[in-house]
């Protein structure tokens, strides 16, 4: 059976504490200080013995660490008869572990509360029967019910009229998600509304949230290349501080200096810091719909000088998007949109879909439509409560007649634009000229400039798209390079040639991205589901659809490398500090091990300031 090791910490730290209680009550009230050394020396024992079975497993499996340097004052001063610096400092060491797994169990915390509430069961409706089913046995085209308050098993396409759904513990995203008949809906997700039932699109394997836990479980074991320095050190810190007991020892004659050297040097702030505050900044990131495959991906995230993306679906929506609607003089924009919205439900077409969500989203009500006749290619033809309307190519709508001036402008203005046109009349009449395109994110020009002020030096779009369109985009935005045509080859070495000049971020969402992805210093993966070809190759992955979740990340990776060095340094030089003091007297071993557990106490609160949300306004967390 497992050890429960921060349990045994527990115990390990109240036998000490209680040692300790007993052995000052023994001494001071019944005057037998011999009795309260005894008592002392025999607390300290439990802690020395299972320090040192530690250290033994820890260098069977080939690794070293600074508990050693524990392990060697504690019983130093057993040794010496400082009976009474040896419990203080098994008390100080495993307090610090306890403060330790204190922190990193509040560090770890979101993360743990995503693996946590995997989903475990599915309800699957096979004719008039209902049956509970593990997740495992979810099969793709099974028909689902999911009841009210439950997290959705996997993913799916709703079968109902509609529901909401609460996606925050995946996205952070505080508001609930309006969802109708059709719309996907992925697995980790809660169902907010009434019982709905959905048919699955995937197996449990392979849906959203099997791909999150696969990658929390990498971000909770992947070291930094910054932690795994701090594991050398170890093999450098105890000789050193060897070395200044035996001088302090040899100068001075008295080797309880050399014990106060060895006790003030116990545990090193450095081990203690690094590790809380990487943890602390993927938990962070994972509260704001980041996920980090690891500590090195946050590490590597903060020295990006050079970020490429992707157009279509990261710095565009990737989709067909309303650009301009113009309409006649005299008509009313929402009424057209809910006549057009309403022709459009009869309509498979892309653009189709585009429109009925863009109607569906301003709350405007649709009607069924009648009489419908769809020119393949060309545009539909139906009737909206009576009313003729007609939607689609200007051959379609205005045969050979010229459009009127209103009209005529809209579509000029777009003249060469890589868009769509579409016309629209009501009762044969022109009434209105929508432009759909692949419209710009929102928070594009936001997040690009943000990068910036987060140290991103140089900013670039690599699309596979044509130069029209890359430089449409481009227009808009801060970059230095539009390199457009590109085949995945063609992104590679683009990629390959960046990094080699800088710490370089590829951020991008397709399949075709992938090897780009891969090949980045740091490749970040937009909105992409767990399974899919571009998450697998990322370092980052991001579960909101905001290209703002990206520069969120870069500020929270570079805030937490700047806290773990700040813990570092200041810890280190304060050890140092009080290390020299020790050596030339002016600390006792007691006073040394209360000195050093404050210097941890300090360094583990800081770091665990990669937690907050201190300064979030400077640097433009959402």
Request: proline share 3%; charged share 20%.
């Amino acid at each position: 059976m497992p050890v429960n090791e921060p349990l045994l910490r527990k115990i390990l730290l109240a036998i000490a504490v209680l040692g300790l209680a007993a052995g000052f009550a023994t001494q001071f009230q019944l005057g037998m200080e011999n009795l309260a050394d005894s008592i002392w020396a025999f607390a300290s024992a439990p802690v020395i013995a299972a320090l040192a079975l530690s250290i033994g497993r820890d260098l069977w499996a080939g690794r070293f660490g600074v508990d050693a340097i524990a392990l060697v004052s504690m019983s130093a001063a057993l040794w010496l008869g400082e009976d009474l610096a040896a419990i203080v400092v098994a008390i100080m060491y495993m307090g610090g572990n306890v403060l330790e797994d204190y922190a990193r169990g509040r560090a770890q915390s979101d993360l743990k509360a995503l693996t946590d509430r995997s989903p475990r069961i599915a309800h699957r409706r096979r004719g008039e029967v209902l049956e509970s089913i593990s997740i495992e046995s979810v099969s793709v085209g099974d028909d689902l019910m999911v009841r009210a308050g439950e997290v959705l098993p996997v993913d799916g396409v709703l079968l109902d009229d509609d529901t909401r759904i609460d996606e925050s513990a995946i996205t952070g995203e505080p508001f609930l998600k309006a969802c109708k008949q059709g719309d996907a809906v992925r697995s980790g997700t809660v169902n907010a509304g009434e019982m709905f039932h959905m048919r699955a699109t995937a197996v449990a394997a392979e849906s959203t949230y099997a791909g999150i836990v696969r990658m929390v479980e990498a971000a909770q074991t992947a070291k930094a290349p910054f932690i795994r320095m701090a594991d050398r050190f170890a093999l450098v810190l105890l000789p050193l501080t060897l070395i200044v007991a035996a001088a302090a020892w040899h100068v001075s004659g008295d080797p309880v200096r050399a014990l106060a050297v060895l006790v003030v040097a116990t545990p090193c702030p450095l081990i203690l810091a690094a590790p809380i505050a990487f943890i602390a900044g993927v938990s962070r990131a994972a509260r704001q719909g980041v996920l980090m495959k690891g500590s090195t991906a946050l590490e590597a995230l903060a020295k990006v000088r050079t970020a490429i993306f992707d157009k279509t679906g990261t710095l565009t929506h990737g989709g067909a998007q309303l650009i301009e609607m113009q309409i006649a003089p005299g008509r009313d924009e929402d009424e057209l949109l809910s006549l057009l919205g309403s022709l459009e439900q009869a309509s498979h077409h892309v653009l189709a879909s585009a429109i009925v969500a863009l109607a569906r989203n301003r709350g405007l009500t649709l009607t069924r439509p009648d009489s419908v006749c769809e020119h393949r290619g060309s545009g539909l033809i139906g009737t909206i409560s009576g009313t003729r309307v007609s939607a689609g190519s200007r051959s379609l709508i205005l045969a050979a007649s010229a459009p009127p001036a209103w009209a005529e402008r809209v579509v000029s203005r777009y003249q060469g634009h890589p868009v769509l046109v579409v016309y629209m009349a009501v009762e044969g009449r022109l009434a209105a000229v929508l432009v759909l395109g692949d419209g710009l994110r929102a928070d594009a020009v936001s997040a690009v400039t943000r990068l910036r002020n987060a140290g991103v030096r140089r900013s670039i779009i690599l699309t596979g798209d044509d130069a029209d369109a890359a430089n449409r985009i481009a227009a808009t935005l801060p970059l230095d390079l539009v390199v457009a045509d590109a085949s995945p080859a063609d992104k590679v070495a683009v990629v390959n040639a960046e990094s080699s000049k800088a710490a370089t971020m590829m951020v991008g969402d397709g399949i075709n991205d992938a090897p780009a992805l891969a090949m980045a210093t740091v490749g970040v993966a937009m909105g992409a589901r767990g399974a899919t070809a571009s998450s697998e190759a990322a370092d980052v992955v991001v579960l909101t659809d905001s290209l703002g979740a990206v520069a969120t990340a870069v500020e929270i990776a570079s805030r937490t490398t700047m806290i773990a060095r700040q813990s570092i340094v200041a810890g280190i030089g304060l050890s140092a500090l009080a290390m020299i003091a020790a050596a030339f007297g002016f600390l006792s071993p007691v006073s040394g091990a209360l000195l050093q557990e404050a210097i941890d106490v300090a360094v583990i609160l800081n770091a665990l300031r990669a937690l907050g949300d201190h300064g979030k306004r400077k640097m433009g967390y959402q």
